[in-house]
T-cell receptor
Framework: KAGVTQTPRYLIKTRGQQVTLSCSPI?????VSWYQQTPGQGLQFLFEYFSETQRNKGNFPGRFSGRQFSNSRSEMNVSTLELGDSALYLC????????????FGPGTRLLVL | KQEVTQIPAALSVPEGENLVLNCSFTDSAIYNLQWFRQDPGKGLTSLLLIQSSQREQTSGRLNASLDKSSGRSTLYIAASQPGDSATYLC???????????FGGGTRLMVKP
């Protein structure tokens, strides 16, 4: 069974631009969560989608948004990029809620110049 | 607000040693606790998942325990190998969704 895939793997943007990252969960998984990892703040939860609905949201500004499609694939968008948005963005998938192991993708490394 | 702390932040041991990594959390109302491994620049690999009703889980040379009442978990690695060198992260889920709160990690180096 294929694992969680994320595209692109690396991205360089400039301040003020916007970016869209994509995550394809493991086949059959309906929950997709997004995390931001930085050296200073560690791993922080962004949001979770389940069956196309946002189920949980972390403490990030409205510039960070996401969505989930009917095939469970998810995208996250960051508008008006800031230098501090440079990070490794990880997505995780699981079959359902709370009781299941979450499987992480390899991440998208975003550099904002 | 749930806070997760991992001690020590870094650990260096000779090959073959048994070791314990610690994780503590402030809110004992958790659904589960997971231990992950992260290699440099890579994603996270799930090692063990302990449900809130369980006390421990084992996989190969790894054993994780959970004490909800004291807000602690430990990851025991037996007979460490250089390939175990990585950052180990614990994370807790405190609601019915899949929102995980992570600790800062323990960076482990196993020297040959």
């Amino acid at each position: 069974k294929a694992g969680v895939t994320q595209t692109p793997r690396y991205l360089i943007k400039t301040r003020g631009q916007q970016v869209t990252l994509s995550c394809s969960p493991i086949s059959g998984h309906r929950s997709v969560s997004w995390y931001q990892q930085t050296p200073g703040q560690g791993l922080q939860f962004l949001f979770e989608y389940f069956s196309e609905t946002q189920r949980n949201k972390g403490n990030f500004p409205g510039r960070f948004s996401g969505r989930q499609f009917s095939n469970s694939r998810s995208e996250m968008n960051v508008s008006t990029l800031e230098l501090g948005d440079s990070a490794l963005y990880l997505c995780a998938s699981s079959w359902d809620r709370g009781m299941e192991t979450q499987y992480f993708g390899p991440g998208t490394r975003l550099l904002v110049l | 607000k749930q806070e997760v702390t991992q001690i020590p932040a870094a650990l260096s041991v000779p090959e073959g040693e048994n070791l314990v990594l610690n994780c503590s959390f402030t809110d004992s109302a958790i659904y589960n606790l997971q231990w992950f491994r992260q290699d440099p620049g890579k994603g996270l690999t799930s090692l063990l998942l302990i449900q809130s009703s369980q006390r421990e889980q084992t996989s190969g040379r790894l054993n994780a325990s959970l004490d909800k009442s004291s807000g602690r978990s430990t990851l025991y690695i037996a007979a460490s190998q250089p390939g175990d060198s990585a950052t180990y992260l614990c994370a807790v889920a405190t609601n019915a969704g899949n929102m995980l709160t992570f600790g800062g990690g323990t960076r482990l180096m196993v020297k040959p």
